[in-house]
């Protein structure tokens, strides 16, 4: 069992930055896969970015050159750095570990709006 626990989200105006921040508990940190999914109102879940337990990091193309995914294993935290934000970046955002099974967070609100 994996708990996940996610915070950073808010609002921020076009153009704007956000981090958001995935703290976990409960079982080994280091072994699992990572992601952060995003659901828009009407939309269904998406998934943004995702890191493996060896580093390896795969993007959405909506995201690409915007957002960057990390991890730091002593701390049991995955991080999603979100730079020059779009309207259409507004979402829910989970965090996600994966190893037989998937675990989710409860989510954290990004609201990107002038």
């Known amino acids: 069992q994996v708990q996940l626990v996610e915070s950073g989200g808010g609002l921020v105006q076009p153009g704007g930055s956000l981090r958001l921040s995935c703290a976990a508990s409960?079982?080994?940190?280091?072994?699992?896969?990572m992601a952060w999914y995003r659901q828009a109102p009407g939309k269904q879940r998406e998934l943004v970015a995702g890191?493996?337990?060896?580093?390896?990091?795969n993007y959405a193309d909506s995201v690409k050159g915007r957002f960057t995914i990390s991890r730091d294993n002593a701390k049991n935290t995955v991080y999603l750095q979100m730079n020059s934000l779009k309207p259409e970046d507004t979402a829910v955002y989970f965090c996600?570990?994966?190893?037989?099974?998937?675990?989710w967070g409860q989510g954290t609100q990004v609201t990107v709006s002038a």
């Open positions: 890191i493996t337990n060896s580093g390896m990091t």
């Open positions: 996600n570990a994966q190893l037989t099974e998937m675990f």
């Open positions: 409960g079982s080994i940190f280091s072994i699992y896969t």
